[in-house]
């Protein structure tokens, strides 16, 4: 690196190796990725959007710049629309919320649509499910059970801290990673599995940004 902060390479035997490496860099320093929040309650300003904020600064901290956040809905519809235009801006796609017992938490139903899968019940999430319910002496009823369906091919991000397990998957090139709204439980999701996902998949090196 010059003085200036621009990059070059020696003119020597290592150019290629220099290239390859600058070409990497590139990609780490300009790679985009958006941020995808679900539920009305954020629309109506009924729930104040903390999580967005949290995850930017900690994408940052990986070298990932947020292009773009958006809210939508729990309609569907505008879910679809939404994942249809933010694949088209960037590689990797985080989404919160939709992921409850309520009739009106339809992320992991959109995403297996999306996708052409089928929903299939995750066993050890299942069994963590039980366990808290069993803890805290509580029945546990069949939209409880349903906390452990995922679309078919996930790899399933245990939830430590709730009952709706997070969600990794690809398609073409692009990860969509899905995690519950409840802040303390996207926040633990990502400290201790996305984030360190995010950096192993891509190679990411931390940075620390001066203002």
């Not at 679900?38 to 949290?54: H, M, P, R």
């Not at 590689?91 to 939709?98: P, Q, S």
């Not at 938490?105 to 499910?129: C, I, M, Q």
């Not at 996305?194 to 891509?202: A, N, S």
């Amino acid at each position: 690196q010059k003085p200036d902060g621009s990059y070059s390479c020696p003119a020597s035997t290592a150019a290629q190796s220099c290239l390859q490496n600058l070409a990497k860099l590139r990609t780490t320093l300009f790679m985009d990725v958006e941020i995808m929040t679900i539920g009305d309650e954020l629309l109506y300003g009924q729930v104040v959007d903390t999580n967005s904020a949290f995850m930017g600064q900690q994408l940052g901290r990986l070298g990932l710049r947020v292009r773009q956040i958006t809210s939508v809905s729990d309609r569907a519809d505008e879910i679809v629309a939404a994942l249809d235009q933010a694949r088209q801006r960037t590689k990797v796609i985080l989404m919160t919320g939709g992921l409850g017992p309520t009739k009106d938490d339809l992320t992991k139903h959109v995403l297996a649509r999306y996708f052409g899968r089928e929903l299939v019940l995750h066993e050890p999430t299942l069994r963590h499910v039980e366990e808290i319910f069993k803890r805290f002496n509580r029945p546990m009823l069949d939209v409880n059970r349903q906390q452990a369906l995922v679309p078919e091919g996930t790899e399933v991000l245990h939830n430590a801290v709730g009952t709706a397990p997070g969600m990794w998957l690809e398609d073409q090139g692009t990860v969509f990673i899905s995690m519950p709204g409840v802040p303390f439980e996207m926040k633990r999701l990502m400290t201790d599995q996305v984030l360190p996902k995010l950096q192993q998949k891509f190679d990411l090196a931390p940075i620390e940004h001066v203002v």
